[in-house]
């Protein structure tokens, strides 16, 4: 009898006892899934084949398309099949790049060419749907050096070759086309459902349907504001000339890396004057409302925030949202029971907007202060009145959202919007996500500010991600001012800190091959040390040694 832990998305659904050895899609399949949404099967953590004979006692995890590991992998395998498709029509004649996000898909363009029109654009998808119809193969091979060499020189790409190591490289293979991915893609290219390529000038949208969507049905909308702030820091690169890891590592052998440092943190400081004056100018304005994703840097902002607009006669205060939550036996749930504190449902908003009212006019208030312990608000005896000098300044998840701050004018309050938009790649089609950014951040923070291992911090991911997916991310075309406060850099300062805590990941964990990804990641990056990076470095907020007090 051979028994089977069976799982989905790693939630335990049953025990499954088998009287022989089974393909684990077969085992799926009885299990109730159907195999097109069956993106990956992991055995203790370990990816492995679809037609897999399940003959050892075992736990598998099936990934589905909805998750976000599944829908991840989705996106990675239709970006396998676009520059397939590019590769196809135009072999070593153009190339093509993956920029960064923009809305529900990637903003791509022609690296030193014309401008993509239309008709490049649907002769591109044409071909991609023909590949998908094929539904090819996706093989992932191992080739010595010297071949996966001579494989990348013949097909002009530089970018890979700059990044390859002296021992045996893992590529994918499919139909004669070969390329270099650091993530899991799908097995065959048939696995894709649905997409859609936008033309947009100078480039185009390469276009995914959303987790629990397997066809995209929405009109495309431009996160215009996020959009520009995407390219403002694609320019920066340009002027940096570091668009890929390879660059960074030149920068850092040639010990370039501290004018690299010195110029990037002098950007960041000027985009904060530049914030502070804008304020600083309208004198209208009595609240500032800070909000962006986790680890973005939010409280380094508002601190650097703050010291600018002194310098321009302004004393910020400052309200902590935390303290206006609703009492426990009041506040909402998630499906599984837990309490949501991330909804804005569980603050008291009548009680906050009764006090910015107050606040701007000219009235005292006395301060709430929440016991998350007894989970009661109780009073703080701390007044709090705004002089004319003064400016209120709330950081918050919620802050973008008009429902916070219902009763106050819009002419009185100004909302930023903080994150860290990465637009470094490892290389042309290796795109280094936003989100893996910030996730490389919240686990150096979690570790080394609130105890927790690596392991504890990719396992409740999913969860963070939901939230900011329902609280922030609708929001963030409502910000008056966008702030990126990635730093081209910092990874290789991050990596001497969560290469250790990944290593610590059982190969038996559910998150094991998200921690292999992130580490064949840091394998493309060098080291910088950290007395190089300025006290008052939003960096600093992750790694320690910051001069402010969080």
Not at 276 to 283: F, L, M, T
Request: charged share 25%.
């Amino acid at each position: 009898m051979i028994r089977v832990d069976l799982r989905i998305n790693r939630q335990y659904v049953k025990t499954v006892n088998l009287e022989k050895p089974v393909r684990v899609s077969q085992l799926a399949h009885e299990a109730g899934l159907v195999p097109q949404d069956v993106v990956i099967y992991k055995r203790f953590g370990n990816l492995i084949p679809a037609d897999t004979v399940i003959d050892a006692n075992c736990r598998i995890n099936c990934v589905t398309y909805d998750s976000f590991e599944g829908h991840l992998i989705y996106q990675d395998t239709t970006i396998f099949i676009l520059m397939k498709a590019f590769y196809n029509l135009y072999s070593n004649q153009k190339t093509l790049l993956i920029e960064h996000s923009a809305g529900d898909g990637i903003f791509c363009e022609i690296l030193k060419e014309e401008i993509i029109n239309p008709e490049i654009v649907n002769r591109i998808k044409q071909e991609m749907e023909n590949i998908i119809a094929s539904d090819l193969p996706i093989e992932r091979i191992s080739l010595p050096y010297l071949e996966a060499y001579r494989i990348f020189e013949e097909m002009h790409r530089d970018d890979v070759i700059g990044n390859l190591n002296f021992q045996h490289v893992e590529v994918y293979h499919c139909s004669g086309y070969y390329d270099y991915y650091l993530r899991t893609l799908g097995e065959r290219t048939g696995f894709i459902r649905s997409f859609d390529i936008i033309f947009h000038s100078p480039g185009f949208i390469l276009r995914f349907p959303r987790r629990h969507n397997n066809t995209i049905t929405d009109k495309f909308i431009l996160p215009r504001k996020l959009f520009e702030t995407h390219q403002e820091h694609d320019k920066w690169l340009s002027i940096l000339r570091i668009h890929n890891a390879s660059a960074l590592n030149r920068a850092i052998s040639n010990y370039e890396v501290v004018d690299l440092i010195q110029v990037e943190e002098a950007l960041h400081e000027n985009k904060i004057v530049d914030i502070a004056n804008k304020i600083s100018w309208n004198r209208k304005l009595k609240i500032v409302l800070i909000a962006g994703p986790t680890a973005s840097g939010k409280t380094t902002f508002a601190k650097r925030l703050s010291i600018q607009l002194r310098v321009n006669g302004i004393q910020p205060r400052v309200i902590n949202l935390d303290d206006y939550f609703l009492p426990r036996d009041q506040t909402p749930r998630k499906e599984n029971g837990d309490l949501d504190f991330e909804r804005i449902e569980s603050i008291n908003l009548e009680l906050l907007n009764q006090h910015l009212n107050a606040l701007l006019t000219g009235k005292e208030i006395i301060l709430p202060k929440y016991k998350f312990v007894e989970g009661l608000s109780v009073n703080s005896f701390h007044k709090l009145a705004l002089k004319e000098s003064e400016i209120l300044i709330m950081e918050g998840i919620h802050g973008l959202n008009d429902r916070l701050t219902a009763s106050v004018p819009f002419n009185q309050k100004v909302r930023i919007y903080v994150s860290a938009l990465n637009n470094l790649n490892i290389d042309n089609h290796n795109r280094i996500r936003t989100s893996d950014s910030r996730k490389i951040r919240r686990i150096i923070r979690d570790h080394n500010f609130r105890g927790h291992s690596a392991e504890q911090t990719l396992e409740m991911w999913d969860s963070v991600r939901e939230g900011e997916n329902e609280n922030i991310f609708p929001f963030q075309e409502n910000a008056d001012y966008m702030f990126n406060s990635i730093l081209t850099y910092e990874l290789g300062v991050l990596k001497k800190y969560i290469v250790p805590l990944l290593k610590k990941i059982s190969p038996y964990s559910p998150v094991h091959t998200e921690a292999d990804n992130l580490l064949e990641l840091f394998c493309h990056i060098e080291n910088i040390e950290d007395h190089f990076v300025p006290s008052n470095s939003i960096l600093r907020e992750f790694i320690g040694g910051s001069i402010f007090k969080y």
